[in-house]
């Protein structure tokens, strides 16, 4: 369904207020890995729809690489993996992972490159 849907990612509620961004981040990039034919398109309208006119959109899943590609200051992803990687082939980057219970890691094990937050609004806040 979500593939062939026209306005599946149209109709998702924000995770918090998006124009926020307009304020505190000066080049954005949304990077997603959301399948569907109209991905792009879906979510390029969304942002709009939700007030952020001046974001790059990019629908991959080599979100750290990109890091790298756009020197990027912060990344902020839900996935622990993409922030392990993100950590590794972006080292300049920091990266912060939204908590979630299902992306819970031992620093320890991993290093303490990854900064977690619980809200989006503390990672803004942070960089």
Same mark, same amino acid.
């Given at each position: 369904?979500?593939?062939?849907?026209?306005?599946?990612?149209?109709?998702?509620?924000?995770?918090?207020?998006?124009?926020?961004?307009?304020? =505190?981040? +000066?080049?954005?990039?949304? &990077?997603? *890995?959301?399948? #569907?034919?109209? @991905?792009?398109?879906?979510?390029? $309208?969304? /942002?709009?729809?939700?007030? =952020?006119? +001046?974001?790059?959109?990019? &629908?991959? *899943?080599?979100? #750290?690489?990109? @890091?790298?590609?756009?020197?990027? $200051?912060? /990344?902020?992803?839900?996935?622990?993996?993409?922030?392990?990687?993100?950590?590794?082939?972006?080292?300049?980057?920091?990266?912060?992972?939204?908590?979630?219970?299902?992306?819970?890691?031992?620093?320890?094990?991993?290093?303490?490159?990854?900064?977690?937050?619980?809200?989006?609004?503390?990672?803004?806040?942070?960089?």
């Amino acid at each position: 369904y979500i593939k062939e849907s026209p306005t599946f990612w149209l109709d998702l509620e924000p995770l918090f207020d998006l124009t926020l961004l307009n304020r =505190v981040i +000066r080049d954005t990039y949304f &990077v997603t *890995s959301r399948p #569907g034919r109209t @991905a792009l398109m879906q979510t390029c $309208h969304w /942002l709009n729809k939700h007030g =952020v006119f +001046r974001a790059h959109v990019i &629908v991959s *899943s080599a979100k #750290g690489d990109i @890091a790298r590609a756009v020197n990027a $200051h912060a /990344l902020l992803d839900d996935k622990a993996g993409n922030c392990l990687y993100a950590a590794y082939a972006s080292p300049k980057t920091e990266v912060y992972v939204l908590d979630r219970p299902y992306n819970r890691f031992d620093a320890a094990i991993v290093g303490r490159r990854i900064n977690r937050v619980a809200t989006v609004e503390d990672f803004l806040a942070a960089i």
